[in-house]
């Protein structure tokens, strides 16, 4: 199977355009072997825009996905946002859930519980994925809103467990995009999307991809 690549503007060597072009690399690229390429870290930054809110029936609810692999049937992390389903259904607040493939893992959730009800409020938050030394965390991070606040960063929205993965360079962010939408009232909600995506290399060099993914707009 082909790899997907993705462009990453801020790459500045040939090295970065041939060979971190490529997140699904298996190996390094041709003239690279003696320096192989490992990304232990991913930022997505997301935005949501509200449209109109219905707090009765806490619309609209959001749902975002980022895996580690180029799939979900093994380990990702689910971002759920005016609504918490795990253990049980639960109106408002915001919730970070861990899977195995159909299997709940864990979940963390915000300790503000409040419920959209702000017509045309802005959502942005950054979801993270750290690989270091056997342990995978799933953290949001930068969350800003009106609802809620300032969230994210201070560990309530965090999960971390222990992996057998060397690197993340399996990710993909058409997973993130495929795998993430409005789960509930779409028609509030005028646009999701994945803003940016930034790689951190075992190096410390971060990259990152300004290309904007649209994963729902309603006019």
Request: charged letters at 15%.
């Amino acid at each position: 199977m082909t790899p997907r690549c993705y462009r990453w503007p801020h790459a500045q060597t040939a090295r970065m355009a041939a060979v971190l072009g490529c997140l699904l690399l298996v190996s390094p690229a041709p003239g690279f072997a003696a320096d192989p390429i490992t990304v232990v870290g991913i930022e997505e930054d997301w935005e949501l825009v509200v449209a109109s809110t219905d707090s009765n029936s806490a619309a609209p609810q959001v749902s975002c996905t980022i895996s580690p692999l180029s799939h979900v049937s093994s380990l990702h992390a689910a971002f759920e946002l005016n609504h918490q389903s795990q253990p049980e259904f639960v109106a408002g607040g915001l919730q970070l859930q861990v899977w195995n493939d159909a299997q709940p893992l864990s979940s963390r959730k915000s300790p503000i519980s409040g419920v959209l009800s702000t017509d045309g409020e802005v959502v942005r938050w950054t979801q993270a994925l750290v690989l270091d030394n056997g342990t995978l965390t799933f953290e949001i991070t930068n969350g800003t809103s009106t609802t809620w606040g300032n969230f994210g960063g201070q560990g309530y929205l965090k999960a971390s467990l222990t992996t057998n993965l060397e690197s993340l360079n399996g990710y993909d962010p058409a997973v993130s995009v495929q795998n993430s939408g409005v789960a509930y009232a779409g028609n509030r909600v005028t646009t999701l999307v994945l803003k940016r995506v930034r790689a951190t290399l075992a190096t410390g060099e971060v990259l990152e991809d300004t290309e904007e993914r649209v994963v729902h707009s309603h006019n």
